[in-house]
Structure formats: C-alpha cells, structure tokens
Nanobody, 117 residues
Framework: QVQLVESGGGLVQAGGSTRLSCTVS????????MGWYRQAPGKRRELVAI???????NYADSVKGRFTISRDNAKNTVYLQMNSLRPEDTAVYYC???????????WGKGTPVTVSS
C-alpha cells in the first residue's frame, strides 16, 4: 500500500531549528511532486513548500529564506529543514504526494511542531 510517514518535529524554541522527514512506502518516483502543508488550530491548511520530480521548488512567502525542501530519491524520502523558527510556525505539518499513476493525492497523518516564544 502507498503510505507517507512523517517524523521529526516536536517542541522547539523560537530561533531554533528542526528537520521533518517523510518516507514513501513504495517509491518516490511514483509521485509527480511532493510537498509539505501545515494547519494551525482554527486555520485553513496551507502550502508550505513543494518539490517536483525534476527538482524545482516553491515556497510560501512566510517561510522563504528559512525553510528548505529537498528529496533523497535513493531513500524515498522528502525533507523539510526548518530554521529560524517563529511561534507562528506552530502547526501540524503534513506530507503530501501527487501520484502519477493513480491521479490522487496521498497524505501523511501529520506531525506537530510547536515553537515556544
């Protein structure tokens, strides 16, 4: 079965860093692109960063210069390096992948990131 499993996050102090990982159970090559979304309490889920199969990346304006998305094809894993964290970055972060063959989006269960002020 296709599964996306996130790891990392937790409680981080403002100004600190952490790295999130998302591992695909099958193959990362099954996906046109992969990305990270986040949802804070009472807020809509929003796009944080996207990386395409060809390596092109896009970021939300709020995280540009602070976050970096990357993928390791050999490990079937996508990463989100998060630096200079702010309290407003507090949210549940979700891994997402757009499947080539099935034409659907797969989601991880989410991992919480809490940034203390």
């Amino acid at each position: 079965q296709v599964q996306l499993v996130e790891s990392g996050g937790g409680l981080v102090q403002a100004g600190g860093s952490t790295r999130l990982s998302c591992t695909v159970s099958t193959s990362i090559f099954d996906f046109v692109n992969m990305g990270w979304y986040r949802q804070a309490p009472g807020k809509r889920r929003e796009l944080v960063a996207i990386v395409a199969a060809g390596g092109n990346t896009n970021y939300a304006d709020s995280v540009k210069g602070r976050f970096t998305i990357s993928r390791d094809n050999a490990k079937n894993t996508v990463y989100l390096q998060m630096n200079s964290l702010r309290p407003e970055d507090t949210a549940v972060y979700y891994c997402n992948g757009n499947h080539r063959g099935y034409g659907v989006n797969y989601w991880g269960k989410g991992t919480p990131v809490t940034v203390s002020s």
